[in-house]
């Protein structure tokens, strides 16, 4: 009796196994696909994507290997294609309809394949649950049915969903899905890569790192900041890793991973002109205040600090402390100053004096002056230091305002050489900040 009971364990763990399906939706599959393909496009002129016809190879035969399990598959099948980005940020994210996007930093990240195809298989799960177009259905149910009538004659829908707010680009809120919608990725992505011959348990493991390694709020990790932990995500992912079919899995299926590892440590640096920020803002919304950045950088929340980091690709570096530093771009959160109260001159100049402890060499540069934001009184402090980028000087300008959760300071951070032609963008950044 105790042969067949372990004999018969396999089929019971198998049939606790659920197969998820996809919300409810106003676009059709092929919108999807279609939706993706314009904005994989207009993603790709934005991003710095690696052309590597080894890398590729390598990325195809995974997405092969996972393309067979039942869980990647539906009844449109949707064309799955990854595209690697010079990004040393810890990230991964899918287009509707099957374009993934996966950042240098996470394949350096991994620590084998089963890691990473355990990330890939998560994307490709946003894709068959068709996430994104489910979130913007039940943003627009109005006028979505007669805006995607137009895109089937021709029209771009990417251009049709823009008129009523929509957008798919790399930033968009779309791709930043809910804690339901993770669970979800979570659970049928662990059953795509242990279809494939992967342990899904280094799933768990790998979201485990990161948070063990950054936090949550740390911008190296962007990963944990658009994909929000369900609450119990590594216990989820092994429970479940329970009652799939029992194999040999394996962490390497290609034996290739660690060489393709080096190959993407190989990669140049891209020049920080390549940083240059697009003349087209999107906007960024915390729990207090809101600002308007342009549209190819990223915005990297910290949810404990109330506050916000925002860079493009190269926009800034990890110290040895795990400390982010800005090299070029944005930071705005708040400073909580010694004395009680709020008060503007006293405790922006604290601040000053503690930016000036951390930054060796930093100095004041022009005088102070008054000036508003978001219609209240605020003051502006121009700072210079060393840059990291190419022993530069750097150009640090800094915003401060007196608020009831304590001194809300922006500050904007460019090497001298390249402040001139960024000065514009940070301008209209302060000038679109909002409190509520």
């Known amino acids: 009796m105790r042969n067949f009971l372990w004999l ?28 993706g393909e314009e ?33 990647a598959q539906t009844s449109e099948p949707f064309p799955f294609r990854i595209h690697v980005v010079r990004d040393k940020t810890v990230n991964a994210f899918a287009l509707p309809g099957g374009p993934i996007f996966v950042n240098t930093g996470l394949i350096e990240a991994a620590e084998n394949e089963a890691q990473l195809a355990g990330v ?102 962007q990963f944990l900041s658009d994909h929000p932990n369900p609450g119990n995500r590594v216990a989820a992912v092994n429970e479940e890793a329970r009652y799939l079919p029992r194999r040999n899995y394996v962490l390497d299926e290609t034996g290739r991973f660690h060489a393709m590892q080096a190959l993407v440590r190989q990669q140049p640096e891209p020049p920080i002109t390549e940083a240059r920020a697009s003349g087209r803002l999107v906007e960024f919304r915390g729990p207090s205040f809101s600002i308007a950045y342009p549209e190819n950088w990223d915005a990297f929340e910290d949810r404990v600090a109330d506050g916000v980091l925002i860079a493009p690709h190269r926009g800034f570096s990890e110290s040895e402390d795990r400390k982010t530093q800005i090299v070029y771009g944005f ?79 922006a500050i904007f951070v460019a090497p001298q050489s390249e402040f001139d032609s960024v000065q514009k963008i940070f301008e209209q950044m302060l000038e679109s900040v909002r409190f509520f």
């Open 331 to 409: 930071r705005a959160r708040y400073f909580h100053p010694k004395e009680a109260g709020v008060e503007l001159n006293r405790d922006t100049d604290e601040l000053v004096r503690q930016f000036k402890r951390d930054n060796a060499g930093m100095r004041t540069g022009r005088e102070t002056r008054s000036i508003l934001v978001a219609g209240e009184p605020a003051l502006l402090t121009t700072l210079y230091s060393l840059s990291p980028y190419a022993g530069q000087q750097e150009v640090d300008v800094l915003a401060t305002v007196a608020r009831p959760q304590g001194l809300f300071y």
């Open 39 to 71: 904005a994989s496009a207009e993603i790709e002129r934005q991003k710095p994507i690696v052309h590597n016809r080894e890398l590729d190879s390598y990325f195809e035969s995974i997405l092969q290997k996972l393309e067979r399990s039942p869980y």
């Open 120 to 221: 890939i298989a998560h994307e490709m799960s946003h894709v068959v649950l068709r996430h994104g177009t489910n979130q913007a259905t039940k943003q627009n149910l109005v006028a979505l049915p007669a805006l995607l009538a137009e895109a089937l004659i021709g029209n771009s829908m990417l251009g049709q969903l823009a008129k009523i707010g929509l957008n798919f680009g790399a930033n968009s809120v779309f791709l930043k899905f809910s804690r339901t919608n993770e669970a979800e990725a979570d659970y049928n992505g662990a059953e795509i890569v242990a279809d494939a011959g992967y342990d899904p348990r280094q799933l768990a493991v790998f979201f485990e790192k990161l948070e063990a390694k950054h936090g949550p709020g740390n911008a190296v990790t």
């Open 8 to 35: 018969l364990a396999p089929a019971l763990a198998v049939a606790q196994l659920k197969h998820l399906e996809p919300g409810w939706n106003l676009f059709s599959p092929r919108q999807d696909i279609q939706l």
